[in-house]
């Protein structure tokens, strides 16, 4: 197996995704007073908002020495981050082994043996919980032959939106963002970036989004209340939190492509969702910035794309 420089590879180009004013949804909300953006996270290289702490959390990996030549790197994924580590891993030439619930999308397994990963099936009922309990008993039991990134309690997962996307999104909109707005799943996007944007202006509101129920189709987002909590998750970090039901996130996703031209998945639809509930209630002058968490790609076998659109 070959090991390449860092220096020229895809990971230079993860990050520094535009942000694009939605204003057809705007001019729904028929509050002319509130600007409402998205930070297009689905057109990082493998298609999600991943890719930033995959690469965080690799290259800390490497630099510590816990992940040497030789060794696989294997971690518990919905599917997002797995995609990222299985390109990331591809392109500097380690051995990426993923434990995934069964019940995971065709698109999402497909996408990862293409890449040539293993995958690991888990079991459905137990959610992504299952599959990061799995993982880590697998590296517990084999110390040697895995790198364990842990991505629910590795601190570089939130350091990667503290470094990179907290400030694009405050030099995009010229330092006007009132409102950050996006959904937990090992909640590092939203406490990485809430934390940065905080310490910017201290008035912004960080408003998390979360699923209405512990049975839901958001992949990849978390009920925090019934699920195990992420170690990096920080509750004090939310100065509120708005709850998304399935079928309004997969409305959402499909009006993003028919109206705005983003096809985007169906988390994006929930993150969008909640930021125009966050708009209905903003004060005038506010700046409300989401996040489009991956492409709507990752989806095509959902009964969702044909349907109209009601919300």
């Given at each position: ?8 590879q ?5 990050g520094?995704?535009?942000i694009?004013?939605l204003t057809?949804?705007e001019?729904?909300?028929q ?11 689905h ?5 999600s908002?991943k890719?930033r702490a995959?690469r965080a959390?690799?290259?800390?990996g490497?630099?510590?020495g ?8 294997i ?6 981050t ?14 990426v082994?993923l434990?995934l ?6 698109e999402r ?7 040539g990963?293993?995958?690991?099936e ?5 959610s992504?919980?299952g ?8 590296a517990?039991d ?26 694009e999104i ?6 006007q ?15 990485g ?11 912004i ?5 979360q ?12 009920h925090m209340e019934?699920?195990?909590?992420p170690?990096i ?12 039901g ?15 031209g983003l ?8 993150n ?6 966050t708009?209905?209630?903003a ?8 996040i ?8 095509l076998s959902e009964?969702?794309w ?6």
């Amino acid at each position: 197996m070959i090991f390449v420089s860092l220096s020229n590879q895809i990971l230079q180009f993860i990050g520094n995704t535009p942000i694009i004013r939605l204003t057809r949804l705007e001019l729904a909300l028929q509050r002319p007073d509130v600007q409402l953006y998205a930070k297009a996270e689905h057109l990082n290289p493998s298609g999600s908002v991943k890719d930033r702490a995959a690469r965080a959390m690799i290259l800390a990996g490497i630099a510590s020495g816990r992940l040497e030549p030789g060794k696989s790197i294997i971690d518990g994924t919905s599917g997002n981050t797995g995609i990222a580590y299985a390109m990331i891993g591809a392109a500097l030439g380690y051995k990426v082994t993923l434990c995934l619930p069964r019940n995971a999308n065709r698109e999402r397994k497909q996408i990862l043996q293409a890449y040539g990963s293993t995958i690991i099936e888990t079991d459905p009922l137990l959610s992504s919980d299952g599959a990061q309990l799995a993982a880590k008993q697998i590296a517990e039991d084999h110390p040697a032959l895995y790198f364990y990134p842990d991505q629910y309690n590795n601190e570089e997962n939130w350091r990667a939106h503290y470094t990179t996307t907290g400030v694009e999104i405050w030099e995009q909109t010229n330092a006007q963002v009132t409102h950050f707005v996006a959904g937990m799943g090992t909640s590092g996007t939203f406490v990485g970036t809430a934390r940065r944007l905080k310490e910017f202006n201290p008035a912004i509101q960080a408003v998390a989004m979360q699923p209405d129920s512990p049975m839901h189709g958001l992949e990849g987002m978390k009920h925090m209340e019934t699920t195990l909590r992420p170690g990096i998750y920080d509750a004090s970090v939310a100065d509120r939190i708005v709850e998304v039901g399935t079928e309004e996130a997969q409305a959402m996703a499909l009006q993003l492509a028919r109206e705005e031209g983003l096809f985007v998945g169906i988390s994006a639809g929930a993150n969008v969702r909640a930021a125009m509930l966050t708009a209905a209630t903003a004060p005038p002058g506010s700046v409300i910035v989401t996040i489009l968490c991956d492409s709507g790609l990752r989806y095509l076998s959902e009964d969702l794309w044909t349907k109209e659109t009601d919300v």
